[in-house]
């Protein structure tokens, strides 16, 4: 599907990208613009200073240069280590990379919030891997609530980035779950308002991250590069990393009340 830059006038491309989603219902959208607009790229910098305070930490995965805000979002953002086998890891990729690798990374987009990386969506399964995105909604999201039908496939090379940004919460509801294939990384969730004050996580490969209410509303996330990837002063060397990420639909009954700066947060 081609992407046309045509559609979208440019002063749209970036922090008004929910403004955006709500004149184009998701259904008449290509793909490729549908995984786009999740994202809405905050003015956040990555040369932020190195984590400096680690005290009484949670979680073995968070580390923070802020106690207030390791408190703060020690419920929302949770990681579970080895969710997926090898063999299951193996499974999905088998899946994912015939349809990928005839697409290009991309060094750069539009919205300038991923850099190389491609990326796909995908509803339909096989058995086996459609019984793992069965296991991640049923471990992320609560009783009643509804996923969005198709998987987010998203392909980062081993020089990719994804830059602080917060998905658009027009497009998809208080919860995000991801699996990690291929690669650990470290993920940076920084207070919208201070990008100085940050948590970083570290994302094992195999594991599913869970983000939802306040460190899915308030705060940006994204993926250190190379030369960024340190959890707790080690090194975490990045490879190329294969994500997998469910959401569920966004609250429809909150839309009309829903802008950047009233985030809805149940
Ligand atoms: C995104 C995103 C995180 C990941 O696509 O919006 O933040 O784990 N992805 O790949
Ligand atoms: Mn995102």
Same mark, same amino acid.
């Given at each position: 599907? #081609?992407?046309?830059? *045509? ?14 989603a709500?004149?184009?219902?998701l &259904?008449?959208?290509?793909?490729? !613009?549908v995984?786009?607009v999740l994202r ?9 200073? =190195?984590?400096? #305070?680690?005290?009484?930490? +949670? !979680? $073995? +995965?968070?580390?923070? @240069?802020?106690? *207030? ?6 419920? $929302?953002? &949770? ?14 990729? %088998? ?5 990928? %690798? ?14 190389? +990386? ?5 509803? &339909?399964?096989? =058995?086996?891997? *459609? ?7 049923? !471990? ?7 996923p969005i039908? $198709? #998987?987010h ?14 998905d658009a919460v027009r497009f998809c509801g208080d919860t995000i ?8 990384? #470290? ?16 994302? %094992?490969?195999? $594991?599913? /991250? ?6 899915r /509303? ?7 590069? =190379?030369?960024?990837?340190?959890? &707790? ?12 990420i469910c959401r569920n639909q966004p609250? /429809? ?5 829903? @802008?950047?700066?009233?985030? =809805?947060?149940?």
């Amino acid at each position: 599907m #081609v992407f046309n830059h *045509q559609l979208i006038p440019s002063y749209l491309m970036f922090n008004t990208c929910n403004a955006f989603a709500r004149v184009l219902p998701l &259904k008449t959208l290509p793909v490729k !613009t549908v995984c786009n607009v999740l994202r809405c790229l905050s003015n956040a910098t990555s040369n932020r200073d =190195q984590l400096s #305070v680690t005290t009484n930490v +949670y !979680t $073995s +995965y968070l580390d923070s @240069n802020s106690q *207030q805000t390791l408190d703060l979002i020690k419920d $929302s953002f &949770k990681v579970i280590d080895d969710f997926v086998t090898e063999d299951e890891e193996q499974s999905l990729f %088998k899946e994912i990379e015939p349809y990928v %690798k005839r697409l290009r990374y991309e060094t750069s987009h539009w919205d300038d919030a991923i850099h190389e +990386y491609r990326e796909t969506e995908r509803s &339909k399964w096989t =058995q086996e891997n *459609q019984r793992i995105i069965d296991r991640v909604r049923n !471990t992320a999201f609560p009783a009643g609530v509804a996923p969005i039908r $198709s #998987v987010h496939v998203l392909d980062l090379a081993k020089t990719g980035v994804i830059k602080a940004h917060v998905d658009a919460v027009r497009f998809c509801g208080d919860t995000i779950a991801g699996i990690s294939l291929l690669s650990s990384s #470290v993920m940076r969730l920084a207070d919208e308002t201070d990008n100085t004050v940050f948590v970083d996580a570290l994302i %094992k490969r195999r $594991s599913l /991250y869970i983000m939802s209410g306040i460190a899915r /509303y308030k705060f940006t996330h994204e993926i250190l590069g =190379q030369q960024m990837s340190v959890f &707790k002063g080690q090194a975490i060397p990045r490879d190329r990393r294969i994500s997998v990420i469910c959401r569920n639909q966004p609250d /429809y009954s909150q839309r009309e009340d829903m @802008n950047d700066n009233n985030y =809805q947060i149940r």
